[in-house]
């Protein structure tokens, strides 16, 4: 009963805008997230039907005491899952109903002339199995919880690649290339626009036109079961996932924070651009993530970083252990609206009381962290597609602070930019599935104003360290070749 009793509270969840799926399955404490999260995204799936069908049969009439979100998840498992797995009186109570909810399927299945289950849903729901993981957001995955994968996503909407960061902590791109030809995929080169990257299929890849060390597949690319990510010589994520840190661009030997650090995937591309050279904090203020972190970090072979389950809120910037903190990455929990990994209806518009809260809380985490005395440089970012979260937040806290601190104008070839919210959004960045190709993200970079510096600057940083085309290499032309790393297959 406890699968039941988990499902029925992570809709309710998503009912009253407390998050997003992944997240609340993830935080559910259910053992079994792949089950949960397969009843879950299903029963969403079906949630038209299911109401239909409740209402047909007057199963909640009949049994008042029964929650409608339990009988939801109970209903689906009945007629269109497995068969119901729990004992207890809900089972009893769901099947001594079996007759009249499957003469009511009957009934739909008549008015709309179809046969299958399947045929009952919108087009847009109706989903292949094959694509199911691939809709949920996550997929199966060696090693990993209950067979999932929880730190990458798996690009579910069809114009959205898979992205492979090429963790240059154990290998280098060229050898990377060189392995996926010998697996029979063909390589074209360096990608010139983002329509080649929306034009992929088959075993086809490309060099990322924008991120130097970002390999791009086909959407519907599983490589959780390849050698390259099982031994951590690849890291799958999204491209707008990889800005941040690519952004911050920290030079080796830097002391940098990790704020809000789980899963891990930041981290880990922080440690590549230091090449495990200097010192990184990265804080989560939550065990499970923090040591999902941990699996994560050590199988990108990540070192020089002190990992700590500690709300990064009650970090005292005055310690002389983070005296020597030039760089800080702030990615705060955020209402998770760009991530496009979700299915139709499973996520529920965050009501403006939740978006008041979670900016406030944005502001005061982003002004805590400006407030480390040596730091220089501090990049803040979120998944949310709402002004409230990102350019309001960044207006607000840079108004506090006065001259103090300054917007950089982040990736200036970057095509889509912060909302026109107040003077200088423009040098933040957005972005989207539709222009970019990548999930719904927003960045903004921070630094320290010297005396007598200009409020904007179009310099970057992370441009110098990470050359971008058209800055020190020929646009469109291939990267230069690496000095290449031992060999780690034959």
Not at 162 to 174: I, S
Not at 224 to 230: A, G, I, R, S
Not at 249 to 277: E, Q
Request: contains cysteine; glycine residues 8%; aromatic residues 6%.
């Amino acid at each position: 009963m406890a699968l039941y009793s988990a499902a029925a509270a992570v809709l309710a969840g998503l009912e009253r805008g407390e998050g997003g799926l992944k997240s609340l399955v993830y935080n559910s404490g259910f053992p079994h997230v792949r089950q949960l999260y397969a009843l879950v995204s299903e029963t969403l799936r079906y949630a038209s039907v299911l109401e239909k069908l409740l209402d047909g049969a007057a199963l909640l009439q009949a049994e008042k005491k029964l929650p409608p979100q339990l009988a939801k998840v109970l209903v689906y498992d009945l007629l269109f899952g497995k068969g119901l797995k729990c004992g207890g009186r809900w089972k009893a109570l769901a099947r001594r109903h079996r007759a009249r909810l499957e003469a009511e399927l009957a009934r739909m299945k008549v008015r709309h002339k179809v046969s299958r289950n399947e045929d009952l849903l919108a087009p847009e729901q109706a989903i292949s199995p094959a694509g199911e993981w691939a809709r949920a957001g996550w997929a199966p995955c060696a090693g990993s919880n209950g067979g999932l994968c929880l730190t990458c996503p798996a690009p579910a909407a069809s114009q959205v690649p898979r992205y492979v960061r090429v963790n240059t902590l154990k290998t280098c791109v060229d050898d990377v290339i060189d392995f996926f030809k010998r697996q029979g995929y063909t390589y074209l080169g360096k990608a010139d626009s983002v329509e080649e990257l929306k034009a992929l299929s088959g075993k086809k890849f490309l060099l990322d036109l924008h991120l130097p060390e970002l390999l791009v597949f086909p959407s519907q690319t599983d490589l959780h079961d390849n050698l390259l990510y099982t031994s951590g010589h690849i890291i799958l994520q999204d491209k707008a996932s990889c800005l941040p840190a690519f952004l911050l661009g920290p030079v080796a030997g830097s002391h940098v924070i990790d704020a809000c650090a789980a899963p891990g995937n930041k981290t880990s591309h922080l440690a590549a651009i230091l090449k495990n050279k200097g010192q990184i904090f990265a804080f989560d203020v939550d065990p499970k993530r923090v040591a999902t972190m941990n699996t994560l970090l050590t199988r990108a072979g990540v070192t020089g970083c002190q990992l700590a389950q500690q709300d990064f809120l009650t970090v005292d910037p005055r310690n002389p252990k983070y005296s020597r903190v030039t760089h800080i990455l702030l990615d705060p929990s955020c209402s998770g609206s760009g991530m496009v990994t979700r299915g139709p209806g499973q996520e529920v518009a965050p009501s403006a009381e939740r978006l008041q809260a979670l900016a406030g809380f944005q502001r005061r985490v982003l002004n805590h962290a400006l407030s480390f005395p040596a730091l220089r440089r501090l990049v803040y970012s979120t998944c949310s597609l709402h002004q409230e979260e990102n350019e309001d937040v960044v207006q607000a806290v840079l108004q506090e602070w006065g001259s103090s601190f300054r917007l950089v104008t982040a990736f200036p070839s970057w095509p889509c930019r912060g909302l026109a919210a107040f003077s200088g959004a423009e040098s933040c960045l957005r972005a989207s599935p539709a222009e970019t190709l990548t999930h719904g993200f927003f960045v903004a970079v921070l630094e320290r104003c010297r005396e007598g510096a200009a409020a904007l600057s179009s310099l970057s940083a992370a441009a110098k360290e990470n050359p971008q085309p058209g800055e020190g290499t020929e646009t469109g032309g291939a990267p230069k070749k690496r000095e290449k790393k031992k060999q780690w297959v034959k």
